[in-house]
Each structure stands twice: as structure tokens, then as C-alpha cells.
């Protein structure tokens, strides 16, 4: 007797039911291998961003150092025989990095023709004291030696500190106004103290294990913080000035496993749809795009563009210039009067939500098609960048910021006083379009508004404007 089968009104014989089935199985095992390898990459784009936003915040990090460095460097040149000044001068950088990039510099020294005159803290430093960098018969002082002759800042591979834990050191040069050489500027950093304050295994999250790394010059792998067990890495290779440093990144296996299983669950239940199931791939190509374009230039608390932002998409890295020649840029450096005083009264999450708000304040004064942009350089330090505004414009509107900035209310303290300071360059007060003498002459500013009682912005000064 001859069965038959109905399917869509036709009859079918058997062998034609046998047909569809293996048809179908072979069809759930092509979209099931094909979607498996494309979750697969995803995965691993995943863990690339992932690799890519822990090394920009490394780089934020020593970034914000050589920056005040850097403001310490200037310091010195236009007062170079006043070593009570440098002193200070000193004592006050370490105590911004500690509240900006919440990392301690375990010293700073101060050698003038290459010989220390002055350590900061003392303690556990003693061996430092007069401490000559330009001896050459010391194999260590090959980068305070070279950063001399390059007249560029050189960082040391990382290496055992007197405290016992890893470290890094900065060599940075000091050359006067005359070209000669003044001496140079040291200061190190303990690896682990950069790590904890990264929050590496928060900010990658829960199972991604990590591993940070560089090679020594004689090809020795040296592991510099690591957690989990590493397989089948992505390697990101990322610069800290003169070094290279590596970090190695993958998700435990039976994570993997599981991601497997689900995304063949998915499949099958949605294999009878083949064109829903291709937009449902292609977006989420795209929005692993928009999220990967979205951590490398945003920053994460306060969604202000990053320092990344600015160097990718507004400069010159060439010529540290204005990407964009037809817009004449008027640039502001601001922060939150007494931040670290705001988290000790209200914590971190509240000072975290100031931080917020003051963000959200700071974007309400920008047009994005007109230019603006807010970038977060670094802790409660923000730069304002404004495109093509009169002098009054410029000073009226950081006014107003000020002014409602005095009205913002701390949920968890509402007594709190909230005020920033700033400094403002005009484009007017420049020819050159060097974003480097911008932020110089805005950062100055900034630290003359903090010594006048804070609160305030500060337009002019008795600094002399310096272009090259």
C-alpha cells in the first residue's frame, strides 16, 4: 500500500519527506557552523576592544603624568635658579597625580646637570641623594644619558624598585631657553600601583582573563600583571613613549563553550527566517563597530570625548597642529575646584555623579556641527574647545558655566559647594595653530586661577605669551 504526504496541497511521496529532512539538517548544520564561526570572530573582536580601551587608559594614564611633568619642565624654565619655587612646584604635582590619575609617584627627582639636588618624598628615597644620572659606568643611567643627548623624555623598561615590586621611571630633559642643557627631571611609577588603579579586571569584565607584558631588549618575555589562564590570546601591542608593551587577552573555554550552544539554540530558531537572521548579523557587525568606535573616543563615565578623540580626529600628530585649517580654535582648561575633598565627604559614586553632571552642563554649551568639542583630559580636568567665537562670546559663555556650576547640587551632600576653575586662550591671543602652546598658555592660567581662590576663570595674566 503507497503512503503519500501533503505538503503545501501536494502530495509527496516517502523518499521526498526523507529528501526534506536530510535537506534541513544539512541546511541547520551550514547556518549553525557559519553562524558558530561568525560568533566566533565576534568574540574575539570582543576581547580586541577590550585590549584596545585597557591600553588607551594605560596611556591616559602616563599621558596625565608627562603632562604635569611637562607643566613642572616650563615651570623651570622661566625660573630657573629658584629651587624653592622648583620645590613646590614639585610637591604640588605629586599631589594633583595622585588626586587626577589616582596613582602615587613613588618619587620625583630633581638633577640639575644630571646630578640630584632634590627627592620627593625623601622617605625610602634616601638612596637617591645625589644620585649623578650622567655616569656612564652605571648600565642604569643609559636613558637619562640618552634622553639628554635627544633632548625628548626616555621611559625605562620596567624594573626592580627598592621597594621590592616592579617599576617604570621617566628621564625627561630640560633644556633652557638658550639651548643649553639645564638637567633633567626623574620620576617612577610601581607597576602594580598602575594596575590597581586601572581596575583592569573591572573595567575587563567578569571571566576575561588578561595578561600585560613586553620583551627586554634581550628578548626576554617579562609579564608585567596577570590574571587567569591565557589561551589563544588576541595580542595588542601598544606604545607607552619609547617602549612596547603587549596585552594578551582571551575568555575561558567553557565561556566559549557556552556562547556555542546559545548561539545554536538561536539558530535554530530562527532558521526559518534566513533574511531576518542575516540583518540580525549584519547589525550586530555594525554595532560592535559603533561600541568599539564608541570606548576608543568616548570616555565611559562622563560620555565626553577622549584625550584618543582629540589626537585622532582634531590634531596633526605631525605637527601637533589643528586638522581642520579653517576653523580658528578658542581652548579652556578646567576642573573641579577641591575634587578630592568632594569624594572624601560624599564618596566615589557620588563624586563620580558630579562628574556627571558637570559633564552634562559642560556639552550644553558646545555645537558639535559647529565644531565644539568636551574632551575629559584626565580625573575632574576637562578641556573646552570652541570653533570660531568672538573674544565676548568665548569669555560670556565660560561666565555662564561658572555660574551654573554653582547651582549644581550633590545628591548625596546637597550642602556641598560645587565650583571649577579655568583658564581660556582665545584663538586671537596666538598665530600659531600648535595645539601644544594652546593648552600651555590654558593650563597656566588655570593653575593662576587656583592660587587666586579658585572659583574663577582666568583670561589674561602677567604670563608672557611665548610662540616658537
Avoid at 136 to 156: D, F, H, L, Q, V
Avoid at 160 to 170: C, D, E, P
Amino acid at each position: 500500500m503507497r503512503s503519500y504526504y501533503s505538503i503545501s496541497g501536494k502530495k509527496v511521496k516517502p523518499w521526498t519527506t526523507i529528501f526534506v529532512f536530510i535537506l534541513s539538517i544539512l541546511i541547520f548544520s551550514i547556518l549553525y557552523f557559519t553562524v558558530l564561526s561568525q560568533d566566533s570572530r565576534l568574540v574575539r573582536e570582543r576581547e580586541r576592544y577590550h585590549a584596545v580601551g585597557c591600553a588607551t587608559a594605560i596611556q591616559e594614564k602616563l599621558e596625565t603624568i608627562t603632562s604635569r611633568v611637562q607643566t613642572l619642565a616650563d615651570s623651570i624654565v622661566e625660573n630657573p635658579e629658584d629651587r624653592e619655587f622648583q620645590h613646590a612646584m614639585v610637591r604640588s604635582i605629586c599631589g594633583r597625580l595622585t588626586e587626577e590619575a589616582s596613582i602615587p609617584l613613588k618619587n620625583i627627582l630633581l638633577a640639575p646637570n644630571g646630578v640630584v639636588s632634590y627627592i620627593y618624598p625623601l622617605e625610602g628615597n634616601e638612596a637617591m641623594e645625589a644620585f649623578d644620572f650622567m655616569d656612564e659606568s652605571r648600565p642604569g643611567n643609559a636613558p637619562a644619558i640618552e634622553a639628554c643627548k635627544t633632548g625628548r623624555m626616555i621611559i625605562t623598561e620596567p624594573f626592580n624598585m627598592a621597594q621590592g615590586n616592579k617599576g617604570i621611571a621617566g628621564r625627561y630633559p630640560i633644556l633652557l631657553k638658550d639651548g643649553s642643557l639645564w638637567g633633567l627631571i626623574s620620576f617612577s611609577i610601581e607597576i602594580d600601583d598602575l594596575v590597581k588603579s586601572l581596575h583592569l579586571s573591572d573595567m575587563l569584565g567578569e571571566g576575561v582573563n588578561y595578561d600585560l607584558w613586553y620583551t627586554t631588549s634581550d628578548g626576554e618575555r617579562v609579564s608585567l600583571s596577570k590574571y587567569g589562564k591565557v589561551d589563544d590570546p588576541i595580542d595588542y601591542d601598544f606604545s607607552m613613549k619609547n617602549l612596547t608593551w603587549t596585552l594578551s587577552l582571551s575568555l575561558p573555554q567553557n565561556q566559549i563553550d557556552r556562547l556555542r550552544i546559545i548561539t545554536a539554540v538561536v539558530m535554530i530558531l530562527m532558521v526559518s527566517s534566513m533574511i531576518a537572521l542575516y540583518t540580525y548579523e549584519h547589525s550586530r557587525m555594525e554595532l560592535t563597530n559603533e561600541l568599539l568606535y564608541e570606548l576608543a573616543n568616548k570616555d565611559s563615565l562622563t560620555g565626553c570625548h577622549s584625550r584618543r578623540y582629540l589626537n585622532t580626529y582634531l590634531l596633526n600628530t605631525e605637527t601637533g597642529q589643528w586638522r581642520d585649517e579653517t576653523k580658528e580654535y578658542s581652548l579652556a582648561v578646567v576642573d573641579l575646584d577641591h575634587f578630592k575633598q568632594i569624594n572624601d565627604i560624599g564618596g566615589h559614586s557620588n563624586g563620580d555623579d558630579i562628574l556627571r553632571a558637570v559633564a552634562r552642563l559642560l556639552s550644553s554649551t558646545v555645537n558639535a556641527d559647529r565644531g565644539d568639542a568636551i574632551i575629559r583630559f584626565g580625573g575632574d580636568e576637562f578641556i573646552l574647545l570652541y570653533a570660531d567665537r568672538t573674544p565676548e562670546e568665548f569669555r560670556s559663555g565660560l561666565e555662564n558655566v561658572l555660574t551654573e556650576v554653582r547651582k549644581l547640587k550633590a545628591e548625596g551632600s546637597p550642602n556641598l559647594k560645587i565650583t571649577l576653575s579655568g583658564g581660556g586662550i582665545h584663538s586671537s591671543e596666538l598665530s600659531s595653530r600648535s595645539y601644544v602652546e594652546f593648552f600651555k598658555v590654558a593650563d597656566q592660567r588655570l593653575y593662576i586661577a587656583k592660587e587666586r581662590g579658585r572659583d574663577r576663570f582666568i583670561f589674561d595674566s602677567e604670563i608672557r605669551i611665548i610662540e616658537k
